[in-house]
């Protein structure tokens, strides 16, 4: 009997196959695994899923440290906001960041990633809403800083990264997003999750972060 993770992921491969969008890059689906034991995530590993999201740099590291050696197809999303006092580690482990927002942070993950001779992809988290709750750059100072990051520092970055205000409707965030994801040539949007994922994708999301529809509820874990 087939796994039944493996059969909500399927039917949301169909679903984004049936929106019959015809966008550059086919929309990727990272499956937000934190608090979520190994156990319950080896069997989409072995089904062949390979983007997995965490928000916690030490949870990530004890699930996904000896797994990631034995299989180099695994790609680690950090999808939390990331603390300054965690880069080196992050740096490690993680293979893309979508949670890029300060120069405090550009430059740690520059340095760390000079120390170890390891480039990753980054997304610049955008906070469209101006929330103070919220992690981002807001979007008077979103043109500044994705140049410092791509022409001063020359990080990899690939994309925006936004969560709307959770009680607004987002497709007017979705729309602005996407434009001035356009403006910068940037390849990869990093938007959508379970609720939303298929606006998302119409307004041309490469990464969608798929967490409770593919694994169900989580409980809190503390790590």
């Not at 967490?211 to 874990?221: E, P, T, W, Y």
Request: aromatic share 8%; glycine share 4%.
């Amino acid at each position: 009997m087939r796994d039944q993770a493996i059969n909500k992921l399927i039917s949301i491969q169909e679903n984004i196959k049936n929106l019959n969008i015809k966008n550059d890059i086919p929309a990727q689906i990272i499956c937000v695994s934190k608090t979520f034991p190994l156990s319950k995530l080896l069997p989409l590993v072995n089904f062949g899923h390979f983007h997995f999201g965490e928000n916690k740099v030490k949870e990530a590291e004890e699930k996904w440290s000896d797994l990631k050696k034995r299989n180099k197809n695994l790609k680690l999303h950090m999808v939390g906001r990331l603390q300054t006092n965690k880069v080196k580690k992050a740096v490690q482990i993680f293979d893309f960041i979508h949670s890029v927002d300060s120069k405090k942070l550009a430059d740690n993950l520059k340095k760390r990633e000079e120390e170890i001779n390891r480039k990753l992809s980054y997304f610049i988290q955008i906070n469209l809403g101006n929330e103070s709750q919220k992690g981002g750059v807001n979007r008077e100072e979103a043109e500044s800083f994705i140049i410092y990051c791509k022409n001063e520092l020359k990080i990899n970055v690939i994309g925006l990264m936004a969560i709307p205000p959770y009680d607004e409707k987002p497709e007017k965030y979705f729309s602005e997003i996407s434009v001035l994801n356009s403006s910068f040539n940037l390849k990869h949007l990093s938007l959508g999750m379970s609720n939303d994922y298929s606006l998302a994708i119409k307004y041309k999301s490469t990464f969608v972060r798929i967490g409770s529809a593919i694994l169900g509820q989580r409980k809190s874990i503390n790590y």
